[in-house]
């Protein structure tokens, strides 16, 4: 269930790991019992299945974060899930 809001939060832009954890915590977690606690490991997960891609971003002197993207492989597999599961 995870990897299914994951990618849906990736449908509407590329978004850092942090953002999706809150975004998750904040507004999905209202409406699915789903815990946001293994995103980043989720987020891995996905990349290695090869439907998000990840680049490194910094701003000034702050620490890197890693920018995840939905490419076309995930949003197939997020149609797929949605069909499969909703």
Known sequence: MLEIAL????????KHGYEMKKILEE???Q????SSG??????KGLEGKGLVCKT???A???PEKYIYEINEQGKEEFRRLL???F
């Open 7 to 14: 990618l849906g939060l990736l449908m509407k832009g590329p």
């Open 27 to 29: 507004e999905v977690s």
């Open 31 to 34: 409406f699915l019992d789903l």
């Open 38 to 43: 293994p995103v980043y490991y989720t987020l």
């Open 56 to 58: 490194v971003g910094q």
């Open 60 to 62: 000034g002197r702050r």
């Open 83 to 85: 069909g499969e599961n």
